[in-house]
């Protein structure tokens, strides 16, 4: 009777275990996995510093959850927030980090944004808002952003914005974030284009 009892246990932690381990969040990363082609730089220039500002955003994307739109509710309010599928940090933060590291891989400068950068120094200064974005599952991300660039506190900024539409390729929330991944890396593109023209890329 005692071991028929014990074995019941066992089986239900088991299955208790499982049903825990299926309900982990899993996490996403914005970063490139890949190198970044660095664009051409004068010769003999000064090294460059950049540092972006903490990226502005809807309260309803600050979040480390996923928000998603169904193909159902493309033209409804309606969003899901997904607890099982989760950035490695809040979204704001993660679109930072990747902008600030991906700008800075493409134009071979300095990434300042946490350190600060020595007195003296070329510094870009860039500040990034999110003002769509539209993540709609096997379908593709829409997305709307707006930046700045202003170098020290020297004039007037450079004002630029771009709006795009990246197909997600597959289905599920994995093609999901690869999409907004991709998406990014385009941003970076775009802004770091603006950075080497001083002005907004045609």
């Keep these: 009777m005692r071991t028929t009892n014990t074995r019941a246990a066992a089986l239900l932690a088991a299955v208790l275990l499982a049903g825990c381990a299926s309900n982990a969040p899993q996490y996403y990363s914005l970063a490139e ?10 010769d003999g220039s000064a090294p460059l510093f950049i540092e972006l500002a903490p990226v502005a955003m809807p ?26 599928h989760r950035w490695s940090s809040s979204f704001e933060n993660e679109l930072r980090d990747a902008l600030s590291s991906g700008i800075a891989g493409r134009l071979g400068a300095v990434d300042a944004t946490r350190g600060g950068s020595p007195r003296g120094q070329p ?63 385009k941003l970076a593109d775009a802004i770091a284009r603006s950075v080497t023209a001083n002005a907004c890329p045609g």
């Design 59 to 84: 309260e309803r994307f600050a979040r480390p959850q996923l928000v998603v739109r169904q193909k159902a509710a493309l033209d409804g309010p309606q969003v899901d927030i997904l607890e099982e």
């Design 123 to 185: 510094v870009m200064r860039i500040a990034v808002q999110l003002r769509q974005f539209d993540a709609v599952e096997g379908s593709r991300i829409d997305a709307g952003f707006s930046w700045t660039l202003r170098r020290r506190d020297e004039g007037l900024p450079v004002a630029c914005q771009l709006q795009l539409s990246e197909p997600v390729e597959g289905a599920g929330i994995d093609a999901l974030a690869r999409g907004t991944q991709r998406a990014t890396a």
């Design 33 to 42: 996995t890949t190198p970044t082609a660095r664009m051409p730089a004068a």
